[in-house]
Each structure stands twice: as structure tokens, then as C-alpha cells.
């Protein structure tokens, strides 16, 4: 009926506009990095970051937290774990939107071209959230949000095409296959 011809208008309209995700730019300079081996996961003193260094390391820079531990702060006293380097210039790139697996493959593929030449980069990470009110999350179960609806998975890609996945739900969900 008339109704559906309506609802149908709309989608039609906004649709395009709905599924065009939003890209973000930033240059971070004077970044203090984690040292990591890629051989490395557990880290080791003195050498590289652990994983778990690491993503805690990045939870700070994607949230702009300052890593130079002020005691004067009010947000946080977080500083970057130890062996670290200053990076001049890291690139930031947030997309948000509904992206699907073959677009992800793709950015990871596009992402590897860093390693050629010049060899500026050790290592570079993609970062693939859920939304956090997803109603499905990896298997067949329900996605629980309870607190923080976690929902999450990040690749730390090294120059020798090693690479670590790590990722992240919320305590009543599954864990991924």
C-alpha cells in the first residue's frame, strides 16, 4: 500500500548516504611507540613490549590520551611501556561506518604497501570494531553489552609480514572461532 511505497522512498534516499563511511585523518608527531619482536609475544626486559603492552598502548592513542604520565592529570597517569622509540610521525586513519570483511582484506592489503620502499615502518596495526550495541557478535551467540560491550579484533602487521591478531569481547559473549 501506500505505506510501503513511502518507507520505500526513504530508504531509497538515504540509503546511499547511510552506508558512505566517514574518513578521518590525523598525524600524531612525536609519538613514543612500544618496541616490539614479532617473535616476540610475551616481550622481554630491556627488548620488546609484550601483546598485551601493546594493547593497552594503543587504547591510549586511539583514545588521545597523553602518555607522559603527569601527575597533575585528572584523565590519566598512563605512560607508554618500556623499551619504547619516538616515532616523528605515526598516521592515524579512523573509517566509521558498516564495512564489510572484503573491504577490511582490502585496507590490510593497501596497509602492507608501507613496507615498501622507503622502509619507513616497522610495524602498523588495523583496529576492527563492532558496534557496540551489535546485536550479534562472533559465532551464533547474542552480543552482550552489559558494561562496555566490548567487540573487537586488531592485526599488528610487522615488515616481514609476520603478524598478530588479537582480540577482544565482553565476558558473556563467545569467543571467536
Known amino acids: 500500500g ?14 546511499i548516504q547511510a552506508l558512505k563511511p566517514k574518513v578521518t585523518f590525523s ?8 618496541v616490539l619482536q614479532s617473535n616476540d609475544l610475551q616481550g622481554k626486559l630491556e627488548e620488546s613490549c609484550s601483546t598485551e603492552e601493546l594493547f593497552e598502548w594503543l ?23 618500556e ?50 550495541d551489535s546485536p550479534v557478535s562472533w559465532r551464533e551467540s547474542e552480543h552482550g553489552f552489559h558494561k562496555g560491550g566490548e567487540n573487537l579484533y586488531n592485526f599488528v602487521i610487522f615488515r616481514n609480514l609476520d603478524y598478530w591478531l588479537q582480540m577482544a569481547v565482553g565476558a558473556h559473549d563467545d569467543c571467536p572461532p
Open 2 to 15: 501506500a505505506e510501503g511505497s513511502t518507507l520505500m522512498s526513504y530508504f531509497s534516499k538515504n540509503q
Open 59 to 81: 587504547g591510549a592513542v586511539l583514545n588521545q590520551v597523553s602518555l607522559d604520565n603527569k601527575s597533575s592529570s585528572f584523565l590519566s597517569t598512563y605512560c607508554c611501556p
Open 83 to 132: 623499551p619504547n622509540t619516538v616515532v616523528e610521525k605515526a598516521f592515524l586513519c579512523t573509517i566509521t561506518g558498516f564495512i564489510i570483511p572484503e573491504k577490511i582484506i582490502q585496507l590490510l592489503e593497501q596497509l602492507c604497501c608501507y613496507f615498501g620502499e622507503p622502509k619507513l615502518a616497522y610495524w602498523l596495526t588495523l583496529t576492527v570494531h563492532g558496534f557496540a
Open 27 to 34: 598525524t600524531l608527531r612525536d609519538l613514543q611507540c612500544p
